[in-house]
């Protein structure tokens, strides 16, 4: 069982940035792929970026590619999302998620997820 919890979201301009936050509970942290998805209002959910159990491999969606960063501190069991260069198109409640032991951008194959929290970006 693994448990999530976001931090960091908030409102920002555009141009800005933020960094969130993931804290995981369970001893297995490491042997997990982290994700982050998000959902806007009205929209389905969508892949923002993943990262594998060992900080090797990362995958993003294209529409923040070069923008967000994924990474992770398994000693923390802790995961990051930075954010960076934010559009107003970002807003969204932002989502981890977890699943062993590899990652995927399909949000069906992931079997733990956090409540989310919203990141609002203002024109």
């Known amino acids: 069982q693994v448990q999530l919890v976001e931090s960091g979201g908030g409102l920002v301009q555009a141009g800005g940035s933020l960094r969130l936050s993931c804290a995981a509970s369970g001893r297995t942290f490491s042997s997990y792929a982290m994700g982050w998805f998000r959902q806007a209002p009205g929209k389905e959910r969508e892949f923002v970026a993943a990262?594998?159990?060992?900080?090797?491999?990362?995958y993003y969606a294209d529409s923040v590619k070069g923008r967000f960063t994924i990474s992770r501190d398994n000693a923390k069991n802790t995961v990051y999302l930075q954010m960076n260069n934010l559009k107003p198109e970002d807003t969204a409640v932002y989502y981890c998620t977890a699943r062993p032991p590899d990652l995927s951008d399909y949000d069906g194959f992931y079997t733990y997820w956090g409540q989310g929290t919203q990141v609002t970006v203002s024109s």
């Open positions: 990262i594998n159990w060992s900080d090797v491999n990362t």
